[in-house]
């Protein structure tokens, strides 16, 4: 049930539940400083900066832009990538294109196979509302999805996944993908699509040389996979691949038509560190933390420990503060060391702290607050937090 | 708003509202392995058998139980410790002490600083419908917390929190924790309660020997502190520390009054293998999977990736399996070698995997699924999950 809110300009609100509406209210018009923490914060500019940033390079380009959810978990942020040219969204998980499709999204792609006769029930419901998409690597699995998108009179597209040198899921390329897609082909309500490979063990890889040298190895095995199929007979209509961290190299292979980059639009420390990349895009989010102690002159305690920043990928930095480092994380605290003692951080002073992963870090949060010049313009819940099923 | 629902002795269900029970319900009395995943999973039994275990240690000792919440974060878990003779809880956020107050505990310990006049007031708040305690180690904090007391005429306990080698928050021992005890006791509305130690920096050390030594190293720092203050006219009824790893050392030292143990309920791979506490407690706690490939005979592909499994302390394994080693968790999948071919795990199997750590793989959860002799019996909201503030 939705509310209309009569909010001015500066208060924009979408999409949101008449309770959330009412929680998050008192928080528009706020300066970011006056926000209790931990709060995951979205620079408003700078996330939409990455947005148009995205959209201009992929109007040079054969392959067309399809974000990922799975960074974001948020339809409206879904919505604006679309406004400005991407051809649908991907999701890792049914919880996410059900959270999206909900919010009026139909061109739906999830990268990953979808098992079990629960979820699959699950697929055919969004195929009802959707155009959606799924990939598979396993013969039993399209069998499963066609029977039950006939007994539904859904239709479901699919797109067979090719393992590329990441070694996780996918067929391997050549007799086995033919295999597949010919599977579906003669199969009633599924449609073979094209092919998907991820070149995940590429995307990061900080030298940028070294980069393109892998992510190309890794998509040739895809093309090589096309060709063998289109040589037997079998069109292939979409190839999709790539990530943030190739965006412009798998982008750039002509034969590739869609692109799956996700963590473009908020950033993190780590691939703002991938050269080639991080300077294309702006680190538009953070997590504002408090000062709870400082027991010593050389050490600063915050409230942002491992429920509300992922490390993973690293130990996340405070941003625009010098001679601080945060050098642990545990569950509730972040421990920083300070190596300048006249840093005058003391209890109840907050900073921002940059994350270095955006994914797991938003998966943490019950919602983003949206920050212009300072002050909160919006707050989104993230709709798909935890909708790991 | 709550319903009573009639549901049947296996069928129990407690302290949630009608939308979440009308939500759970289809769950209540399939088999675990009917669960769609991922799904975390506890083991009444063996959580129940932890619960016992526990209180019939500190049925020997001077030192009560005030286990903590940040563990489970679930209401209905810390009224079963109480139950079994815990004197309170223990909590580290504002979020969590409501979860609990809200649920009618009454006797909470929030065992971090509580900063900033947005949470000084929820304190307070709080302290309106409960005996709260707080953690301080800073004289503006006490001084804050305490006009806000005076102004709405509750009352504060506080426990002084002592560095006792961990070097995160904690006054150091000796003068300046006496000097914050007088400050306390001569400011209104908060009263001097006690000292607090965490000797977390020894908790996790596998080697019984080494963590003895060092627990009680560390805890004779807050005995001494105890015996400065005393000796100068302070008296010091509390004597708060210890975690899961320390709970029989610490424990069974005269001056503690309270232990704040927390894992020990659901426990993990990590406690796990803590000589002299492992072999007491049953691993309670589980990650239901499927297998969503097996692109080949030595790989096998789950779904549950880091959203849902928390690896800071070591890469999650499968239980009751052999023949698999997960050797890798991405964003949204585990890889698992298989070592014995022979092992047919296929798309669509299930299988439970046990987590390194208890405390922020629950935070990555919504709910609880309670199994009894195999048999969903119970679904619990965990409703303190990322109550970070």
Redesign the interface.
Known sequence: MKKVVNLDENHKDVGRSAQEQSFTMPFIGMHKTEL????LLIDLDKMEANIRTMAAYFSTVNAQLRPHV?THKTPIISHKQIAAGAIGVTC??LGEAEAVIHAGIRDVLIA??I??A??IARLINLAKHSEIMVAV??A??VQAISEAASAKDANVRMLVEV?IGM??????PGEPALELAELIRKSPNVEFAGLMGYE?HTVAKPDKAARNAAAREAIQILVDAKHYLEKRGVAVPIMSGGGTGTFNITGSIPEMTEVQAGSYVLMDATYGNVEGIGEHFERALSVLA???????PD?I?V?TG???L???FGIPQPVGVTGVEMTGL????G?LLVSDETVSLN??DKLEILPTHC??TV????RYYGIRNGIVESVWEIAA??K??
């Open positions: 209790d923490t931990p709060a799975k890792a998980k990953n196979q098992v079990g629960q979820k690597d396993n039993q699995n393992n070694d996780r899921c996918g067929v391997e995940g408090t000062v709870v102690s400082r027991p010593a050490r305690i409230d491992l429920k509300v992922a490390k993973e545990s569950e509730e605290h421990k209890p109840g994914c797991t998966n943490l949060h019950d937090r935890g790991a099923q």
